[in-house]
């Protein structure tokens, strides 16, 4: 039976996350459910590449599931498109080898989180932003940032109900900027702890508004105690931006990346 990864992107306000759940609405089942009526067949199990929270939304979103469906697999998007709400999308979609994991494949994985300091709300940014109304200082935000990138033990950056054995990770880019009124952090690292980005999102903002010492930052690390470290930032600003895959010859690999062009 063919294994085939599709690459989506869904505006997660208004799911529960991608992992399906009882009594709750979420982007696995809801893409499931789609796949069985378009391919036939009950709906399928899915595996995502990462199991995003309530709220959080994807660009680049990989999963794979396996389908003996008689549609090719370059239309299948189109065909899913028909039966997905609106806020989901279906992007590409490729046979690749037999051993794929859409989670466990992965090389790394880039988020970006995106809020604004504006001291009334946006209701225009409700969903897609955080609102963090303080003044920032974006020089001690970038210089801090330098921080995080290399190996290290995340544990301070990792919120209770974390189940990963090890909380050691490798960031190998993490990159501030601003523009239109929003501050960005993207982050790129082969693999995340519970809540990571947000806690190192919401930390940095704390280092911008003067609650935390940016020459700390290394300290916080060391340390591995989340009562260092700043908040928790909302959901809504965080993406799932692209997922970066490698593989054991050139053809798996050129299969795998057409979920990312």
């Not at 935000?141 to 995080?148: L, M, T």
């Not at 054991?248 to 050129?254: A, D, K, V």
Request: hydrophobic fraction near 40%; include cysteine.
């Amino acid at each position: 039976m063919p294994n085939l990864a599709l690459t989506i992107s869904y505006n997660g306000t208004r799911y529960h996350g991608w992992q399906r759940q009882k009594n709750a609405v979420t982007v696995e089942e809801t893409l499931s459910r789609a796949i069985a009526r378009v391919a036939g067949g009950e709906p399928p199990p899915i595996t995502g590449c990462s199991r995003t929270d309530a709220g959080v939304h994807a660009l680049y979103y990989v999963c794979n599931f396996f389908s003996e469906t008689s549609i090719p697999a370059e239309k299948l998007p189109l065909a899913l498109n028909t039966a997905l709400p609106a806020d989901i999308r279906a992007r590409r979609c490729a046979v690749v080898g037999g051993g794929f994991h859409a989670r466990f494949s992965a090389v790394s994985k880039t988020y970006f989180y995106q809020t604004y300091t504006e001291k009334i709300a946006n209701p225009f940014l409700r969903d897609f932003a955080y609102h963090f109304p303080h003044e920032i200082d974006f020089e001690r935000v970038k210089d801090a940032a330098a921080h995080f990138v290399g190996r290290h033990d995340f544990s301070a950056f990792m919120a209770a109900g974390g189940a990963q054995k090890t909380t050691e990770r490798e960031v190998t880019a993490l990159e501030v900027t601003r523009g239109g009124g929003l501050l960005r952090f993207e982050i790129t690292a082969d693999a995340y702890l519970y809540h990571m980005v947000r806690i190192i999102a919401g930390t940095l903002l704390y280092v911008g508004a003067g609650r935390i010492d940016g020459a700390a930052v290394p300290g916080i690390i060391k340390a591995g105690d989340r009562r260092n470290s700043g908040i928790t930032a909302g959901p809504m600003g965080l993406y799932l931006a692209k997922v970066r895959y490698g593989g054991r010859n050139g053809e798996q690999n050129r299969q795998e990346q057409k979920t990312q062009e």
